[in-house]
Each structure stands twice: as C-alpha cells, then as structure tokens.
C-alpha cells in the first residue's frame, strides 16, 4: 500500500528542470532520471519507476520532436526506482540499453539484489522497502556492457566511471568539460531512508541509500573515487542538484566523516 502511494506521489509530482543547455532533470520525487544531449543526438540516464514512462515519452517528444529517439539508455545500476520503465521505453525507441557488466546479471535475470534491510534507520522509506517490488527484470538481448575504459558510445566528452558499493556495477558518468557529475547513487543530496527528507530534500550530501548498500567500503572508496575529480556540478538520482564551492565543501565533509554521516549505525564496527 504505502509503495503504491509512493508511486502515485513521484507521477503526480512529476517535473523537469533544464540544468545545462543539453542536460534535463526529470525529477519523480523519489528518484531523478536524466536527458543528455540535443537534437543532434542525446541519450536517457535510468528511467524512474515504472509509472514514469508516460512523462518520459511527453517530455522528449517536447524537447526533440515526436520522431526523436535516444543514441541509447544507460543504467548506473538495476534497482528497481532507476529501471522501472526501461524495457518499454527500450521497445517504444527501438534502442538498446547499457550497464556495467556486474550489474548484467542482475537485470538479466540471473541474480536477485539482496532484499532491503528495514533496520538501517528508523524513516518510513526505509521501514516500506520489504514491501517494494522485486527487480526480477529480464532485459534479454536489449543489454549491452559498457566498452571499457570509462569509453561510452557517441559521447566522446563523457566517461562511465566503475562505483561500486551500492551494487556491485554501479557507475557514475562524468565530463571532464565543465566537471558535471551525474552521480547515480554512489552518494545522495538527500537522506534517503527518511520520507522527509526525500520530500523536502532538506538535507546536503549523502552516503547512498543505505537501505540497498551492502559494501560500505567499496561505497566509501567510490565516493573518494568521485571527491578527487573535483566537480563542479553535482546531478545525484536522490536529492537537489548541487554546484560550486558547495560541492567541494560536503564532498570533503562526508569523505572525512563517512562512517558518521553515511554508515547505519547497526552497521558500524563496535
């Protein structure tokens, strides 16, 4: 019941914001979702929740054209809010859908993610994760595993870089350009296991979502992996965007912090 409310809230809160020139935000309460490119080419990052294919087909028609398709989709993991409307998107378009190659088993149906831990905090969303939907998704011969070397297809500017600790093939996208960092959920603006905080986003930088994290050293050294590139601007998939001297400020902060301000503490080492 309280996912189906959930749902309906990210469809009914539904909006977009133009960050750069040629990257769009699409925000779904819960999760965001984002447009890379122009006319000229332009590819979708994770696709919301399964309720989120209606607005993605109104809003890239409206920027691009009704005949418009994406080059492609690309994951930064398989959880079920980044994945929801994938395969009918992938179909509708026509294109194919890349991911780390870690994360293949996992939207190909092979392996089940572990199932959310209720304990890491006492917010509601946390509390409501047993009763989310199983990412039992088999996108079949619609995946593809990312070149190597952070290469992505037809974005020469962008790179996929390897964070795992959320999942174990989770990855971040980053160009060198103007130091834009679209995270995934190697880390959060928001916290995401309270439904406060994911309403208001009232809070600054993150650890990820705590509730799907099962290596936390993997997450730490991820987000280290991230801190050392220096963004400038910040696209997380759970919270606001974030620029400037902010960035470097909370990056710092949650770095040297980490195990205060990201590790449940049912997960920290007496």
């Not at 890349?98 to 092979?110: M, S």
Request: charged share 25%; proline share 7%; aromatic share 8%.
């Amino acid at each position: 019941m309280i996912y189906q409310i959930v749902k309906g809230l990210s469809k009914i809160t539904t909006h977009t914001q133009k960050i750069l020139p040629d990257i769009t935000i699409m925000k779904f309460t819960i999760v965001n979702a984002f447009i890379v490119g122009d006319a000229y080419g332009w590819v979708m990052v994770d696709t919301g929740l399964e309720n989120s294919y209606d607005s993605i087909i109104k809003t890239t028609e409206d920027l691009f054209g009704k005949e418009s398709r994406p080059r492609f989709i690309i994951l930064t993991h398989g959880h079920f809010d980044h994945i929801g409307c994938v395969k009918k998107l992938s179909d509708h378009w026509n294109v194919k859908i890349y991911a780390h190659e870690n994360e293949i088993p996992y939207v190909t149906g092979e392996k089940n993610y572990p199932e959310p831990d209720p304990k890491v905090d006492e917010g509601l969303v946390a509390k409501m994760s047993p009763t989310f939907p199983s990412e039992g998704i088999n996108l079949g011969d619609k995946i593809l595993i990312l070149p190597p070397e952070g290469r992505i297809p037809d974005m020469p500017e962008w790179e996929w870089i390897h964070t795992p600790g959320h999942t174990n093939g989770h990855i971040s996208l980053y160009r060198f350009r103007d130091k834009v960092l679209i995270v995934g959920d190697a880390f959060t603006t928001t916290k995401q296991e309270s439904f406060l905080s994911v309403l208001t986003e009232q809070d600054k930088v993150k650890g990820p979502p705590a509730y799907l994290t099962r290596d936390w050293k993997a997450a730490f050294h991820s987000i280290k992996k991230l801190s050392n590139l220096n963004p400038k601007i910040v696209l997380p998939s759970h919270g606001a965007p974030m620029q400037g001297d902010e960035v470097k400020k909370h990056l710092i902060m949650l770095t040297e912090h980490f195990n205060e301000i990201a590790v449940p503490k049912v997960k920290q080492r007496k």
